[in-house]
């Protein structure tokens, strides 16, 4: 983005020196204040936000029954509570023309056992990412969601040490580069919804109309889902 001339604002829980182009602006997304302050922070430093991306996200597998009131709140606050605030906050300075975009999750749109509230989290998000679009229509302002498949970065390392769904490995990770490549083309084409590929657009779809389909594939996406964490697994072993 920075290559297409954005001046890009970033949220960082830490303190970063700014680079060309690039600004950093602490902020806690558990934290409503501090979404609220970093709003402002960003308000008085530029007229107006053309383009808002929410890529923020974290999961903590966990079965209900033995659920922590703790992972329960981070999961919603990061997740879904978070992308409510920061757009509610930015909107008044987002012009005619501006885009929202949500990186969501497949998990959106095909139930997760084992990460229930990450899956709520995430169908909340869509369905405020809907509302959202029709909400902001007369004003020209684009809403868009990615659901990119599993994407290689620490957060699938550690969701996988934690007991995470074996359906990551389906298909082998993408690199955060795809999703970054995505992001970019869903800002200049305008998309509303954006999948890895057709056959997962409309295979997620078929299984939320049909429970009868979703519990018939689940045996198969299991043998397929370990069969490629093996061949990962492998790959991580023979990487220089």
Do not use: W
């Not at 808002?52 to 974290?58: F, K, N, S, T």
């Not at 869903?186 to 779809?205: A, Q």
């Amino acid at each position: 983005m920075r290559a297409r001339g954005y001046a890009i604002i970033i949220l960082s829980r830490q303190a970063r020196p700014d680079s060309s182009g690039i600004t950093t602006v602490v902020c806690d997304l558990t934290n409503n204040e501090s979404i609220k302050q970093a709003a402002a922070t960003i308000a008085a430093r530029t007229a107006k936000v053309d383009v808002l991306v929410h890529c923020a996200g974290v999961i903590t597998p966990q079965p209900v029954g033995r659920l922590d009131s703790a992972t329960i709140a981070s999961q919603i606050a990061v997740d879904l509570t978070a992308p409510i605030e920061l757009t509610n906050a930015l909107l008044p300075i987002m012009p005619r023309g501006g885009h929202i975009v949500f990186v969501n999750s497949m998990a959106a749109a095909f139930p997760l056992a084992g990460s229930s509230v990450y899956t709520a989290a995430k169908f909340g998000l869509r369905g405020f990412a809907r509302a959202l679009e029709q909400e902001l229509r007369p004003r020209r302002i684009q809403v868009s969601s990615i659901y990119p498949a599993s994407v290689n970065t620490p957060m699938l390392s550690q969701e996988m040490a934690a007991g995470g769904s074996i359906y990551n490995f389906i298909d082998p990770p993408q690199e955060p580069d795809v999703t970054a490549q995505r992001i970019l083309e869903c800002c200049e084409r305008g998309s509303r919804e954006i999948f890895s590929s057709v056959f997962d657009k409309l295979f997620t779809h078929a299984c939320l109309t049909s429970m009868r389909l979703l519990n018939l594939s689940l045996p198969i996406m299991k043998l397929l889902g370990r069969r490629g964490h093996r061949r990962y697994l492998r790959g991580l072993t023979t990487r220089p």
